[in-house]
C-alpha cells in the first residue's frame, strides 16, 4: 500500500502545482495499485492489466456478498473511471492535457475508491 500511498501523496503534490496532467497520472496509478492490492488480498494474484474497468470486474467477481455494490459503485462513478483509463495511454503517449476540473473529480474519486476499498 505504500506505493499507492506515495503516488497519492505526489498526486496531491502536482495538483499544488497545477501539474495535471501529472497528478493525474499519478491518480491513476493510485486507484490502479488499490485496486490490484484488495483483489491480491483475495487470491494471491491480481490480473496483469492497467485497465481499471477490467480490475473492477475481477474485484466483483472475486467480492461476490458485494459485487452489486462494487457494480453500483462503478457505475456511478464510469464518467471518471473512463477519464482514468485515458490517463494510463494518453499521459505517457499521446499530448493531451488534464484540466484542473478533470483532475479535481479524479481526486474526489480516488478518496471515495479508497474509502469504499477499505469498507469491503
Not at 499544488?16 to 490502479?32: I, M, P, V
Not at 484488495?38 to 473492477?56: A, V
Not at 457505475?75 to 505517457?92: C, E, H, M
Request: proline share 2%; net charge neutral; hydrophobic share 40%.
Amino acid at each position: 500500500m505504500s506505493k499507492a500511498e506515495a503516488f497519492l501523496e505526489d498526486a496531491e503534490y502536482d495538483i499544488s502545482r497545477g501539474k495535471w496532467f501529472l497528478a493525474a497520472f499519478h491518480l491513476e496509478q493510485t486507484c490502479q495499485l488499490y485496486l490490484k492490492y484488495y483483489i491480491f488480498r483475495k487470491l494471491g494474484d491480481y490480473p496483469k492489466t492497467h485497465s481499471l474497468n477490467e480490475l473492477f470486474l475481477a474485484l466483483e467477481k472475486i467480492y461476490t456478498d458485494t459485487s452489486e455494490g462494487i457494480k453500483d459503485f462503478r457505475k456511478k462513478n464510469a464518467s471518471v473511471i473512463g477519464d482514468l483509463n485515458q490517463v494510463y495511454i494518453t499521459s505517457r503517449y499521446l499530448p493531451i492535457e488534464f484540466n484542473q476540473y478533470q483532475v479535481e473529480a479524479m481526486t474526489k474519486f480516488t478518496h471515495r475508491l479508497v474509502k469504499f476499498l477499505e469498507e469491503l
